[in-house]
């Protein structure tokens, strides 16, 4: 079982998403991660919070894992505290009402029987390489695109994913400040220390996924190294990321809301395997250093986690030339998905030229 979620807590409180300045009011519209398969057994219940909202998730007798709205819709027990699986369903622990897979009320054990007024919503999940992902929002219909294409748990050439590839730690402020990250090619030297700004090599918004591919000299414990980046994100929520370098690697960040200043964080890293004799087996050597110092760059204390905590969201930055074909480019490819306006998008009219020209 996954330990808890690490919170290092923010360094500021910002009061509402207004104030930071971030734009939206509302959650982008997309696939987002919830866990990891092997931490929900057949019969596990498990309460969740996202997307401002209480959710109930559990895995059915089928083995099918399934999401929906945490409050039965009898008298409002939360089904996530004390809930029983049967079959496809969940029964209430209040008053033992018992909901099917499509949130349908199928046996009342008293009264008439059944109540066929009242459903709970369900939520369309998928799992995928191990993972569990949900779409957003719940009542949009059949999801618009798939999922990042990921090793799966016995895919040959890769240590184990889990329980040393993952990590999950909730951060206090929106994900798309890290989404924004595959653009912004400059940052990596001065916080990540490339020996110089990596040279871009692609930047496409091709429909619901955004890809960069840059090359650079990454620092190492010998030095630096030469190392080739492609990133993709799928949507707000998901970046996929597919390394080529001192040891290569596929690493997918989930960025999942939990309200509007608060995001769970989740890292699953594929670590290529050169000795066929380890495939399968837990990441050690250089493999599991790789896993603890990406984690570390990511979110530590001398990463970007400070500066995003601290950091007011400017809708109208100063771009340079280079941010205007990267950094600006995927702010404008993200606002399609969300279908709460923002703040001000009848206003937001970002300059065409560079701040110094």
Known sequence: MTSPPLDRGAGRRWRDHVDRGFPYAGFARGWYQLGWSRDL????VAPLRFFDDDLVMYRDKGGIVRVMDA??????????????????????????WLWDHDGRNVEVPYGEGRCSKRTIKMWTVREHGGLIFVWYPSDSGTPEWDL?????EA????FALYPLGIHHEIVHFPGQFIGENIADLAHLKFVHRFEEVPALRECVAAGPVFRTVFDGMTPTSRGHAPVLMTQEAYGVGLIRTETAGPIGSVTLAGLTP????????MFSRW??????????????G????YIENNTAEALGPNSDRPIWDHMRYLTRPAYTREEIVTVRRIREWMRPFYDVPSVDEATDDLPDEPFNE
């Open 258 to 265: 939990i309200d509007h200043g608060t995001t769970m964080v």
């Open 71 to 96: 409050y039965c819709a009898h008298y409002g027990a939360h089904l996530g505290y004390g809930g029983v699986v049967e079959s496809s369903g969940i029964r209430c622990p209040f008053h033992a």
């Open 286 to 289: 250089k493999a599991l250093r």
């Open 271 to 284: 670590m290529e395997c050169p000795d066929p004799s380890m495939e399968g087996q837990q990441p050690a």
């Open 41 to 44: 057994a057949v019969g596990n």
């Open 148 to 152: 990042p294409p990921l090793p799966d």
């Open 155 to 158: 895919a040959r050439g890769y």
